[in-house]
C-alpha cells in the first residue's frame, strides 16, 4: 500500500522521482522520501506528510542522476519524519525502499541491536538497510541476496549503495514491481503510473526474482537457497494512454471516473455479447461448453468493494445459471482451511489485480489444486498472471481510492459470465436474448443516472450533516446497499452501516430517529411491497429517507423528511449496477460538501499489498 519509484540515465533524478512520487500517492500519502547517489555518496530527503511538502523542503542541491523514492502508507510505527522511507545504515551508504510487511522484523532488530547497531526508526524497512550493509558479499546483488534472505514476509524493495554508483538492486515478493525501459535511462515502479509518461516498455517482475537495473537496461534473476539465478525476464509494451492518468479538467479523479462509466461500460461489453443465440463470448475463460457444464458451485473472493460486487456477482449467478455461488471475504479464505472442491469454480475479483489478500486466496486454491479464474483490470498483474483464466475489465486506469468505475465493470463481467453459465444450463434463449439486450443499455442508462449529479448533490450536502447513517435493501439489493455504505464510509467519514431491510425489526430499528437517515434501496421487483412495508415502519419512527428507487414503484403516503432518487429500469437481474450508481455520486458530493480530500482518504491507500 505504498509507492516506490526509481530512476537512472542521463537526467537529474529528483525531480523525476517527485513528479513519480506525486502519480503514486494514491497508494499511500503518510510520508514520502527520495535518496539519489551524486559524488559525495547516498543523500536522502524524507519528511511526514504529502509528496508537495518534500518537495517545497528538499534542498536545492539535490544532484545526482541515480534515485529511488517512496510514498509510504504506514504499518509499522507513525507517520513522521524519521519513519518516512528512504532508510538507510549507520553510515548512510545504504539507502532502501520497501513495500510490505517483514514478519520477523522484531527479531532481526533485537538480533541488530545486540551487534551494537542503533536503530532510528519504528519500521520493520529499516533492517533492510542494515543488513544490506553489513554484508561483505563482492556484489550488490549479493548482499541484498542476502539480506533477503533474512527475511520472512512481503517486500517489493529497491537498493541504492554508495559503492555500487551505476545501479538500483529490486526485488519483488509478494508487493508489485516493474522495471520501465527508456533511451539509455531507465526506471522502476511499484505502479505503472509513476513511470507512463517516460515509457510504456515495462518488465512485471515475479515473485522471487530481482533484477539489476543500470543506465543500459536491466538483468533478472531467481532468488534460491543457492544463490542467484539467471532469468530470462523480456520487457513488453502496454497499451495505455498516458491522458488516462490525468484528472483533465475535473476537480478530482474520483469526480472523472465516475463520468466515465458510460464509455467504460461499453468497452468491457464490446465484443463479448451474442446477441444471436443470446448469451455471453468470453474466450479469455479458457473453458469450452463441456467444461462450463461442469461446474457444480461458484466461489468469489475479493476485498471491499470486490467482495460486495461479488456478492452481486454470486446472486447474479445463482438466479441465471441456477447453480450455487457464494461470495467470501479473501482476507479470511485461506485463513480457515478452506475445502476445495474440483467442480468449483472460484473467482478472484481484484481492481488492481495486487491485492495481497486476493492473491494469498489464489495460490491457497491452486496448492490444492483448484480452478481459478480473475476479474482483474491491469494486464501484468500478479493476479492476472497467476489464475487460469479471465475477464479483462476494460476500465482504464483508477486513480481515485474509493472504487467507482472498475466496480461497475466488475458487475457487467459478472453478468456476462452468469449468463454464459446459465446458456449451458437452463436459461432459455429468450430469456438470453433479455439480458443481452439489458447489458446493451446499460451504458446509455448509466449516462441518465449520471445527468441528475446536480439533484444527487443537493440530497448529499443533506446526508453528510448526519453523523450516522442507514443504507438497507433486500436480495439483490442488499450488496448494493452494502457498497454504499462502504463508499461513503470511505471518503465522508461518517457512520454509515448497511442492513438487510427484512433484518430492522430485529434490532436496528432501535436505533432509528430523526438524526439518523435511512438510505434505502428499493427496486421494483417481487418484493418492493415488502421493501415499502419496512419504508413506514422508518417513517413512523421519525427517520429520514432516501430512497432510490424506479419511476414505476408507488411508495404510498409516505410521512415525514423523503428524498427520491429515481433510476432508469432494466431487467431485473441487472438493476443491481443501476441502483449503485447514485450511491456512488452522493457520497461524492457528500465529501465533497465536508471538504475532504476525495481521491486521497485518510487512512487508506488503492492498492492493498499488505494483510
Not at 12 to 31: F, I, K, N, V, W
Not at 205 to 232: H, I, K, N, P, Q
Not at 310 to 334: H, V
Amino acid at each position: 500500500m505504498c509507492g516506490i519509484v526509481g530512476y537512472i540515465g542521463t537526467q537529474q533524478a529528483a525531480p523525476l522521482l517527485l513528479e513519480g512520487l506525486t502519480r503514486l500517492e494514491h497508494r499511500g500519502y503518510d510520508s514520502a522520501g527520495v535518496a539519489v547517489v551524486g559524488g559525495s555518496g547516498v543523500r536522502v530527503a524524507k519528511q511526514a506528510g504529502r509528496v508537495r511538502d518534500l518537495s517545497e523542503g528538499l534542498p536545492k542541491r539535490f544532484g545526482g542522476k541515480i534515485g529511488i523514492g517512496h510514498t509510504r502508507w504506514a504499518t509499522h510505527g507513525p507517520a513522521n519524519d524519521v519513519n518516512a522511507h528512504p532508510h538507510s545504515d549507520e553510515a548512510g551508504r545504504v539507502a532502501v525502499v520497501h513495500n510490505g510487511i517483514i514478519d520477523n522484523a522484531s527479531a532481526l532488530r533485537a538480533e541488530l541491536a545486540d551487534a551494537g547497531v542503533t536503530l532510528s526508526s519504528d519500521t520493520d524497512t529499516e533492517v533492510l538497510a542494515h543488513l544490506v550493509a553489513r554484508s561483505d558479499a563482492d556484489t550488490l546483488e549479493k548482499r541484498v541476496a542476502e539480506a533477503l534472505g533474512r527475511i520472512e514476509g512481503t517486500y517489493g524493495v529497491a537498493v541504492v549503495h554508495a559503492d555500487f554508483p551505476d545501479r538500483i538492486v529490486v526485488a519483488r515478493n509478494g508487493s508489485p514491481l516493474i522495471v520501465g525501459v527508456g533511451a539509455q535511462e531507465m526506471y522502476v515502479a511499484s505502479d505503472l503510473a509513476a513511470v507512463i509518461r517516460y515509457t510504456t516498455t515495462v518488465a512485471h517482475l515475479d515473485d522471487g526474482e530481482m533484477a539489476t537495473v543500470t543506465a543500459g537496461g536491466f538483468t533478472t534473476y531467481r532468488l534460491g537457497a543457492s544463490g542467484l539465478a539467471a532469468t530470462d525476464r523480456r520487457a513488453k509494451e502496454v497499451d495505455v494512454d498516458p491522458e488516462s492518468y490525468d484528472a483533465g479538467d475535473h476537480e478530482s479523479f474520483m469526480h472523472k471516473e465516475l463520468m466515465e462509466q458510460p464509455a467504460r461500460a461499453e468497452a468491457v461489453l464490446r465484443g463479448r455479447l451474442d446477441e444471436r443465440f443470446g448469451t455471453g463470448h468470453l474466450g479469455g475463460l479458457n473453458l469450452d461448453a463441456r467444461e462450463l457444464r461442469a461446474i457444480r458451485r461458484v466461489k468469489i473472493l475479493g476485498c471491499g468493494s470486490a467482495y460486495y460486487v461479488g456478492q452481486m456477482g454470486a446472486s447474479l449467478i445463482e438466479e441465471l445459471a441456477r447453480i450455487p455461488a457464494d461470495a467470501e471475504a479473501a482476507s479470511e479464505f485461506r485463513y480457515r482451511n478452506p475445502i476445495i472442491e474440483p467442480d468449483t469454480l472460484y473467482v478472484a475479483v481484484s481492481q488492481s489485480g495486487e491485492t495481497i489478500d486476493t492473491l494469498l486466496a489464489v495460490q491457497e486454491v491452486h496448492r490444492k489444486g483448484g480452478r481459478v479464474i480473475g476479474l482483474v483490470n491491469v494486464v501484468g498483474s500478479a493476479i492476472a498472471r497467476e489464475v487460469d483464466g479471465g475477464i479483462y475489465l476494460h476500465a482504464g486506469p483508477e486513480v481515485a481510492v474509493a472504487s467507482t468505475k472498475a466496480l461497475t465493470n466488475m458487475y457487467l463481467a459478472f453478468a456476462m459470465l452468469a449468463v454464459q453459465l446459465g446458456r449451458v444450463r437452463d436459461l432459455s434463449i429468450a430469456d438470453g436474448k433479455r439480458l443481452i439486450e439489458g447489458l446493451t443499455a446499460i451504458p446509455g442508462q448509466i449516462g441518465e443516472v449520471l445527468a441528475t449529479e446536480d439533484a444527487l448533490a443537493e440530497i448529499a450536502h443533506e446526508l453528510a450533516a448526519a453523523e450516522s447513517l442507514f443504507f438497507v435493501g433486500r436480495v439483490r439489493g442488499f450488496p448494493v446497499a452494502r457498497e454504499g455504505a462502504q463508499k461513503f464510509k470511505e471518503i465522508s467519514y461518517r457512520h454509515a452501516e448497511a442492513y438487510q431491510t427484512s433484518e430492522l425489526k430485529h434490532g436496528p430499528l432501535a436505533l432509528i430517529s430523526t438524526e439518523v437517515p435511512t438510505v434505502a434501496v428499493v427496486p421494483d421487483d417481487e418484493l418492493v411491497e415488502r421493501n415499502v412495508a419496512a419504508l413506514h415502519e422508518i417513517a413512523a419512527r421519525g427517520g429520514p429517507l432516501t430512497v432510490v428507487t424506479h419511476a414505476s414503484v408507488d411508495l404510498g403516503d409516505l410521512q415525514g423528511a423523503v428524498r427520491r432518487i429515481d433510476v432508469p429500469k432494466s431487467e431485473r437481474e441487472l438493476d443491481p449496477i443501476l441502483l449503485t450508481i447514485p450511491l456512488q455520486v452522493l457520497s461524492y458530493h457528500a465529501a465533497l460538501s465536508l471538504g475532504h480530500d476525495i481521491d486521497k482518504p485518510r487512512n487508506l491507500a488503492k492498492s492493498v499489498t499488505v494483510e
